[in-house]
C-alpha cells in the first residue's frame, strides 16, 4: 500500500482511543480530517501541537466557521485532545510482543486476528481497531506484531488496505467479515476463518493449532503441505507397491 497516513504505533493507538471518547466516531473519518489538518504522517508531536478549538473545528468540518454544534461536550473535547496529546493513556490494552525469530519455520503459519480490546478476537475484518499477528506451530503460539488499523482506514479502499495490512500472514481470524471484503482478503492471499463467539485469541489459536500436525484439506493448501487424508492415501498405496 501507499505511504501509511499514521507514522507510528503509538500515533495510532492514541488516534483509536480518540475516535472512541468522540462517541465512536469513523476511525477513517478522523485519520483523514487529522491528515488535512497536520498533513500526512501522523506523528505524536503533530499530534500534541492540537487544540480544543481544532478539535472542535475538525469534527464540525465545513460548518466550522458557523460554530455548528458537533455533538460532543466541551468536556468530552478536552478529555479527547489529552488523549492526542498522550496523557493519561492505558497501554495495557494493547498486548506486547513476545521476543524471539519470526522465521518462517517449516510446520508454522502466521495468523492474524481481529482485536478491539486486549488480546481478544472481539473484532470485525472492516471495523476492529487493530490485528494482532501470531505465529501459530506445532510448539508455540507467539505475538509477534500487533498492527492498527488506522494505518489503513484512511485509504480509499479501506478492505483492501486492511488486507494488504495483513498480506504476510496466511489466516486472518474475525467474528465476521462480508463478501466483497472477504474476495479481497483472498486476493491478498489471507485466508479469512470466521469465528462468530469471538473470545481470548489464544483459545481460537490453540483449536487451530492442534489441527496443524493433520491438516484437512483446505489448512493444508495455505500450509503448502498433503492434506492428512492425501497423506495417509499415498502411503497406503506405497505400502502396496
Not at 94 to 109: K, L, S
Request: glycine content about 10%.
Amino acid at each position: 500500500m501507499s505511504e501509511t497516513p499514521v507514522a507510528s504505533r503509538e500515533a495510532a493507538f492514541r488516534i483509536a482511543l480518540t475516535a472512541r471518547a468522540l462517541n465512536g466516531i469513523e476511525l477513517r473519518a478522523l485519520v483523514g480530517a487529522l491528515v488535512d489538518k497536520l498533513q500526512a504522517p501522523l506523528t505524536e508531536a503533530k499530534l500534541a501541537t492540537l487544540t480544543v478549538e481544532d478539535l472542535r473545528q475538525l469534527l464540525a468540518g465545513d460548518f466550522a466557521e458557523q460554530g455548528c454544534h458537533v455533538g460532543v461536550g466541551e468536556a468530552q473535547l478536552k478529555a479527547a485532545v489529552r488523549l492526542l496529546w498522550g496523557e493519561g493513556l492505558a497501554h495495557d490494552d494493547f498486548p506486547a510482543v513476545e521476543a524471539g525469530a519470526d522465521d518462517g519455520a517449516p510446520g508454522t503459519i502466521r495468523v492474524a486476528v481481529a482485536a478491539n480490546r486486549g488480546e481478544n478476537l472481539d473484532g470485525h475484518f472492516g471495523s476492529c481497531d487493530r490485528f494482532l499477528v501470531y505465529r501459530v506451530g506445532p510448539q508455540e503460539i507467539r505475538l509477534v506484531d500487533v498492527r492498527s488499523a488506522a494505518e489503513a482506514d484512511a485509504a480509499e479502499d479501506r478492505n483492501a488496505a486492511r488486507a494488504a495490512l495483513i498480506g504476510d500472514c496466511q489466516i486472518v481470524c474475525v467474528q465476521s467479515i462480508g463478501g466483497p471484503a472477504a474476495a479481497k482478503a483472498v486476493r491478498a492471499g489471507v485466508h479469512p476463518v470466521k469465528l462468530p463467539g469471538g473470545g481470548p485469541a489464544r483459545a481460537a489459536l490453540a483449536e487451530l493449532q492442534q489441527r496443524l500436525a493433520a491438516p484437512p484439506p483446505w489448512l493444508a493448501q495455505i500450509m503448502g503441505v498433503p492434506a492428512a487424508s492425501l497423506a495417509r492415501f499415498a502411503a497406503d498405496a506405497e505400502g502396496e507397491a
